[in-house]
């Protein structure tokens, strides 16, 4: 079968939707088949450290589109294994020696850098954020809706070479599912990869018409439409009075042959506390202050944090208690997987929105070790699913009941039993991309008879 995927989100960007079509596309092709990528000609963030491509898998970067080649950058990308690598330039955050104590003058200064979104960036780059705030105001989804125009004509080159069977469509950013309305039109069947909805709570209100709209034509359009989880597909089913033979749930998932053997973690956990580890993401629907205070009120435990977006009260708690909150900001993906082995416990917070399932604890499955998994509500899809995989412990989201938590857990620690509280292989293994990539595939074949 020969796939098309579209896909604004590809590596070199670290994205998790990037990375959730890296490993399918590594699949995909393992089963035989061929894939073909449109992708912007755009620089990745971050250190690299992704799962190499296959070589077989042909790669067209189009333009973004001149303001978004200002915007982000003009350099040209690196494909394949020049993804696979950590760059030579990543440094460890070496966590409490690297975080300073200011005084009120400098917390005042920073919060209002925070607030106004200057950070860490040069002039260019705080220049380059407000413009693309600017333009998104206008525009929808955003200013990367720009490179439709070149997206369409390389379809249009591409079917006219060697029609695809399937053309596929990753969400998000939704700046690609125009793509996959032009290619309907063409008369060529298409999948729809939506993962979230495209109208969410987090949609502007100004787009929330324009994200309907659009959620709806593709959703029509598309012969399948793969979500990330049960909760995603009920609510399009019931938005847009569809088929429930339409959709199709293909979770987050981990690699069953992920290779970490050769990356060494880079950061030290000691054998007398009980090592938490937290690689991921906060927003102001999935915050930590409860487990702070519950980590800071017992001295032989330790929470270190990867992450790309610290908040500010992180920040604080970190450098008023530099030797049980240790930042290390963002790592590479493969060396993200290494240092999720080397801990004791893996910590997962939940969103606000109990039905939704943050893709992380999918990863972690994949590491070997429990998982500590911190809901908002009495109980979340979450907990149902770290339950039938009997892979940890799920509490809520107070300060006395983690403290308890973490005492049972150094216990368990010290007399050698902790990690057999991880779940099981067998219990999991439906979520490993392999498998993953099997059901999307036996999906696409029930509605799209092809060879």
């Not at 960036?121 to 990367?144: C, H, M, Q, T």
């Not at 596929?168 to 039109?185: N, T």
Request: a positive charge; aromatic letters at 8%; glycine letters at 6%.
């Amino acid at each position: 079968m020969k796939f098309l995927l579209v896909a604004y989100d590809f590596p070199p960007t670290p994205s998790p939707q990037a990375l959730r079509w890296t490993y399918l596309v590594r699949e995909i092709v393992a089963a035989g088949h061929n894939v073909e990528v449109i992708s912007p000609n755009v620089p990745g963030y971050g250190p690299g450290g992704l799962p190499e491509i296959p070589a077989e898998v042909v790669i067209h970067r189009v333009s973004p589109g001149r303001l978004a080649s200002v915007l982000l950058g003009r350099r040209r990308v690196r494909v394949a294994s020049d993804c696979s690598e950590p760059s030579k330039e990543w440094k460890l955050n070496e966590g409490p020696s690297d975080v300073v104590v200011l005084n009120w003058k400098g917390r005042l200064r920073n919060r209002l850098e925070r607030l106004v979104g200057l950070g860490d960036l040069n002039w260019k780059g705080v220049l380059a954020e407000k413009l693309k705030r600017l333009i998104s105001v206008f525009r929808f989804p955003d200013y990367r809706v720009e490179w439709t125009t070149a997206a369409v004509a390389k379809l249009d080159e591409i079917v006219a070479l060697r029609r695809p069977d399937v053309v596929v469509v990753s969400h998000e950013p939704a700046c690609s599912l125009p793509i996959g309305l032009a290619a309907a039109k063409r008369g060529l069947p298409v999948v729809a990869d939506l993962g979230d909805p495209v109208l969410a709570a987090y949609t502007p209100a100004r787009w929330r018409r324009h994200a309907f709209r659009l959620e709806r034509e593709i959703c029509a359009a598309a012969s399948l439409v793969s979500v990330t989880t049960q909760a995603a597909a009920s609510l399009l089913i019931d938005r847009h009075h569809l088929s429930r033979d339409k959709f199709l749930v293909v979770t987050q998932g981990f690699s069953m042959d992920a290779d970490v053997r050769s990356v060494s973690s880079p950061i030290y956990f000691d054998e007398n506390r009980l090592e938490l580890l937290y690689t991921g993401s906060f927003y102001n629907f999935r915050r930590a202050e409860q487990l702070l205070r519950a980590v800071t009120a017992h001295p032989d435990v330790r929470l270190t944090i990867a992450t790309v977006n610290a908040p500010e009260y992180l920040r604080e708690a970190a450098a008023e208690n530099p030797r049980q909150i240790r930042i290390v900001g963002f790592i590479p993906h493969r060396v993200a997987l290494s240092v999720q082995r080397s801990s004791d416990v893996l910590v997962n917070i939940a969103n606000s929105d109990p039905v939704q399932i943050p893709g992380k604890i999918f990863e972690y499955f994949g590491a070997g070790r429990p998982i500590v998994h911190i809901r908002s509500a009495e109980t979340d899809a979450t907990s149902h699913l770290l339950d039938a995989a009997r892979g940890g412990w799920s509490c809520e989201a107070n300060e006395e009941v983690l403290r308890e938590l973490f005492s049972k857990l150094l216990s368990l620690k010290r007399v050698g039993s902790l990690s057999g509280h991880a779940a099981p292989l067998e219990r999991v293994l439906q979520y490993s991309w392999t498998e993953l990539s099997r059901a999307w595939l036996e999906g696409v074949r029930r509605v799209l008879p092809l060879s």
